[in-house]
């Protein structure tokens, strides 16, 4: 986050002040964008608090930044990230991506085995909510508990939802599904085990075709050295005759004959 004197944390009943600021914003905010937006008591946002169920930010001076807090839904099934809203002040300054991420852990710290979802019209919470790893999804595969959708009645937009017998509506409907994200989870780390086994068995491959093509050409030394090697015992029988003959003639007078044999011996290799 860009300002380092904006605190991200959990709400507790000790916020509970900042209840009727995070409402009335969240009327404004909806009445200025033009969208639907379900309508929230100051009551019901110090529950959320009071229950640990809620994110707030705020300054290090106290000054109320942002909120968000958790639903569960369907006997546990199903947790909504409702409510995200900044102060007009701080905005821009990615307060709503850390105030996303923190109830998002949230959520799975208290629901680890519930699907994780929300209903946004804003582009921006949706591109947050894809780096968390949601889904745009059906409304089918939200929750069907009727009280999360009464939740609805007071949006600007709710005749277009119960024209559509709830199956859509201007909100995009976005999901986390734990079961599912740790499938993918399971299979990328498969896949990268499968690469890694692939790469060490090249590897290792190509280390024993370097040892074997070593071996290759220790093995053609040596039959070269084999085969030249009669051919070397001829030369040291010739050179050791030369020599104790020269020495018995005295040859190392220095004569044209004997340099031009010394010469022409010790050029051979």
């Known amino acids: 986050m860009e300002n380092p004197n904006i605190i991200v ?4 009943a000790d916020d509970q002040h900042y209840g009727k600021t995070i409402t009335d914003e969240m009327e404004a905010s909806a009445k200025a964008r033009g969208t639907g937006i379900a309508k929230r008591s100051p ?10 169920k809620a994110v707030i930010a705020v300054t290090d ?18 947790v909504a990230n409702s409510g995200l809203i ?7 300054h990615g307060v709503a991506k850390a105030i996303k991420h923190r109830v998002f852990e949230l959520s799975r710290e208290k629901y680890p085995d519930a699907k994780i979802f929300g209903l946004t019209t804003g582009l921006a919470v949706m591109k947050i909510n894809s780096e968390l790893g949601y889904e745009p999804v059906t409304y089918s595969e939200l929750t069907d508990d009727d009280e999360f959708w009464k939740g609805c009645r007071s949006c600007v937009n709710f005749d277009v939802l119960t024209s559509k017998n709830r199956k859509n509506c201007l909100c995009t409907a976005m999901l986390y599904d734990p079961v599912e994200k740790a499938k993918e989870e ?7 085990k499968k690469a890694s086994l692939t790469i060490r068995t090249e590897t290792e491959a190509h280390a024993q075709v370097l040892v074997a093509a070593n071996g290759e050409m220790n093995h053609k ?13 001829r030369w040291l029988r010739f050179k050791r005759h030369v020599l104790l003959k020269s020495g018995k003639e005295g040859v190392n007078t220095g004569s044209a004959p004997a340099n031009k044999k010394r ?7």
């Not at 009551?43 to 640990?52: R, S």
């Not at 399971?186 to 990268?192: C, D, N, R, S, V």
């Not at 030394?221 to 015992?233: G, I, P, Q, V």
Request: with cysteine; aromatic share 22%.
């Open 43 to 52: 009551e019901y946002v110090q529950l959320k608090m009071e229950e640990g």
């Open 9 to 12: 944390r959990v709400a507790t």
């Open 221 to 233: 030394k040596a039959r070269k050295f084999k085969e030249n090697f009669k051919l070397f015992e």
């Open 61 to 78: 001076k106290g000054e109320w930044v942002g909120f968000c807090y958790i639903e569960a839904w369907g006997h546990e099934k199903f």
């Open 186 to 192: 399971a299979e990328k780390k498969e896949a990268m």
């Open 86 to 92: 900044v102060n007009p002040a701080f905005r821009g």
């Open 263 to 269: 010469f022409f011996l010790f050029n051979l290799f």
